[in-house]
Each structure stands twice: as C-alpha cells, then as structure tokens.
C-alpha cells in the first residue's frame, strides 16, 4: 500500500490479557518506530529498528511490552499481561533511510484495556 | 527529562484569522518539526526545520526554527475549516531518527 498500515484499528483486551499489535512500513522503508500516545498527549517513543535490528528500546515502558521485525518489514509490538495503563493509541512509523528522512506515521491502534 | 512546552493547548479561531502557535524547551535540538493530527489518524509532517535560524514556508504555513535552537513557532495564515486538528510540535535528541519528542499538542478550532 501507499502508506504505513497497522492493524487491528482498535483492540479490546481484559486486564491480564497479552495483545499483538502488527505494522506493515511503507515498502522499502528502512527505519521503523513504535509510539505510544495517551488521550490528549502528544506520541512517547517506545523503540526503533533499522532493518531488523532493535537499535533502541529505550521507551519500553515496562518488560511486558516487547517488539520485534525479524525479516526488516513487518513490525509486532507485543504487550503481556496488560494493565489498564496501557490503554492508549499505538502509533507506528516509518522512514526510507537512517537520518534526516521524514517520518510517516500509520493510523495507529487503538487499545483500551477494561 | 526533555520536554517540549507547546502553547496555547487550544484556541478557538474565525475563519479567515491568523494563527500563531510556539514550543519552547530548555534543552538544544537540531531539528524541530511540525505535525498535524487528524481524529483517528496519525500524525503528518507539515514542515521541518534543521538549521537555527531556518524559516520554512509549506503554502499557508511558516515556521521557524529559534536562534538558540530552544525553540520554534507555526504560524498560520488565512486560516479555513479544514485546518482544525491538532498540531504537534517535535524535535530530536540523541543519534536516532526516531528519538521524536513531542509536545502535547494545540488544538485548533475555526468558526466558519
């Protein structure tokens, strides 16, 4: 497709309950970035890949949540366990290369955790 | 930790008026950029900035990028309804691209 995609749009998970959320980047697109936004909040970073390596996952915000890109395309980002806390949008992007390159964010998934 | 402090939160506009939002931090970045958030969609790079002193001009948008590199401003002119959304300023710190701090937003709203 034209642009990032992510699915599900919206998931709704009871509190215990491990979630998979997916990201397909834009074809080509080297650099791939998990965001985590609260109501009324601008995006927290969460992690970041360059092809499949995990550069940084320095925005993880607890060892429930774990992502990974095995093949450099398709991203998951994994939450175990979800905790009402996690309720929030997940945004994923991509951009062509390392640098200076624009980031191009998905519609994100919507997780509520009751 | 960095922050980003965006101004106002929000603001309630005729069609038609100018509009001026800022950012501010006490930390130095090297680019700063301008998001639009849509409800129930991501964000969209209007414009970026990568050097202090920069003005950038992306149709009825202009932003610049603070001398001190602590800061930057949107301006919008000519505002129409179609600009409602949320605006998010952004910047870099560290080695990473991705490495985005955000504000926390200023939503915008035109009377017609």
């Known amino acids: 497709g034209a642009g990032v995609s992510q699915s599900p749009r919206y998931k709704v998970a009871k509190r215990g309950q491990d979630v998979a959320l997916r990201c397909d980047p834009i074809s080509g697109h080297v650099s791939l970035f998990w965001y985590q936004q609260a109501l009324g909040q601008g995006p927290e970073f969460l992690t970041y890949f360059q092809n499949e390596a995990q550069l940084d996952k320095s925005g993880l915000p607890s060892d429930r949540f774990f992502a990974e890109r095995p093949e450099g395309s398709v991203s998951t980002l994994k939450i175990q366990r979800t905790q009402q806390e996690d309720s929030a949008v997940y945004l994923c992007?991509?951009?062509?290369?390392?640098?200076?390159?624009?980031?191009?964010f998905g519609n994100g998934t919507r997780l509520t955790v009751t | 930790g960095q922050q980003l402090n965006q101004s106002p939160q929000s603001m309630f506009i005729q069609e038609g008026e100018d509009v001026s939002m800022n950012c501010t931090s006490s930390?130095?970045?090297?680019?700063w950029l301008w998001y639009k958030q849509d409800p129930g969609e991501g964000p969209v790079l209007l414009i970026a900035l990568y050097k202090a002193g920069e003005l950038t001009s992306n149709g009825r948008l202009t932003a610049q990028f603070g001398i001190t590199r602590k800061d930057s401003f949107l301006n919008i002119s000519a505002s129409i309804p179609s600009d409602v959304g949320i605006y998010f300023c952004a910047a870099h710190y560290g080695g990473s691209q991705g490495n985005l701090i955000f504000g926390k937003g200023t939503k915008l709203s035109v009377k017609p």
């Open positions: 992007a991509s951009s062509l290369v390392h640098g200076n390159s624009p980031l191009h």
């Open positions: 930390s130095i970045f090297n680019t």
